[in-house]
């Protein structure tokens, strides 16, 4: 299997799962987050759009392979929904990219076939009996893989979702480039965060009827208001997070 030019974020050494060579190998406890503690963003699907929107900011990517993206912090290196005990914050919605890692489906060389692989890199992946298995001793796929694969097989699915509700908005013209500020607090200077798009609301009531009438049918209109209404989020990104007051 060739493996992608450019790995997906926090993947480093993705292969495809064989009893031969990971027979021993498991999932161990946590901290099982931890390996996100520096990602100030990660790719949402379009369905988790309207559940994430309650809990983060959701802006999208630049670029001709624009994502929803949600937001996680105001700095590079920061993730303020991952405390020093390596573990997500209570309550607070964890996007699907997350929730899959250290397994991925990965196309081989034809582009025929997806296979389950995983990151061989992954700091919870442990070879001593202290984790969760990804092989029973018949070699077969233990529980927590059989859910790994079915959670990665609708990533993918829902993937192409997102590729159809991306290539929307940038066929409308409806996205524009962004950049926000946010007040840290009497005194303190104000955080800021460019590079990224937002639906422009304006754009958005301009729409010709058909458009929007095909976009309520697909249920994009719905992930569009999700959108702008987690905008209203930034300030859930300052003050102390999990880290500052874990102890």
């Known amino acids: 299997m060739a493996l992608p030019e450019h790995l997906p974020q ?3 050494r993705p292969r495809v799962l064989d009893p031969a060579r990971h027979g021993r190998l498991g999932l ?11 990602a100030n963003a990660v790719p949402l699907l379009a369905a988790e759009l309207h559940a994430a929107s309650r809990h983060l900011p959701i802006v ?4 001709p392979q624009a994502q929803p993206l949600a937001v996680l912090g105001l700095r590079s290196g920061e993730n303020r929904f991952i405390g020093l005990d390596g573990q997500w914050r209570a309550g607070s919605y964890q996007p699907a990219y997350v929730r899959r890692y250290p397994f991925i489906l990965l196309e081989d060389e034809n582009r025929q076939t997806l296979s389950l692989c995983i990151d061989e890199a992954a700091p919870h992946l442990v070879d001593d009996g202290s984790g969760q298995p990804l092989f029973d001793a018949a070699g077969q796929p233990s529980a927590l893989t059989r859910d790994a694969l079915a959670l ?4 993918q699915a829902h993937h192409r979702l997102t590729r159809d ?6 066929g409308a013209g409806v996205l524009v ?3 926000a500020e946010i007040s840290a607090g009497p005194g303190a200077t104000a955080l800021a965060l460019q590079g990224f798009q937002v639906v422009d609301e304006d754009r958005l009531q301009r729409l010709p009827d058909a458009v929007f009438l095909h976009w309520r049918d697909q249920g994009w209109l719905r992930l569009v208001y999700s959108h702008l ?3 209203d ?8 997070g999990p880290a500052d007051r874990a102890g």
Do not use: K
Not at 60 to 63: E, I, L, P, R
Not at 152 to 155: A, G, L, T, V
């Open 10 to 12: 926090f993947y480093r």
């Open 28 to 38: 161990g406890p946590a901290p099982l987050q931890a390996f996100a503690g520096q």
């Open 60 to 63: 999208f990517s630049t670029g």
């Open 152 to 155: 990665c097989r609708d990533y």
């Open 165 to 170: 509700f991306m290539h929307a908005l940038a």
């Open 177 to 179: 480039d962004q950049r």
């Open 229 to 231: 209404q987690s905008l």
């Open 233 to 240: 989020s930034w300030q859930a990104l300052v003050g102390p």
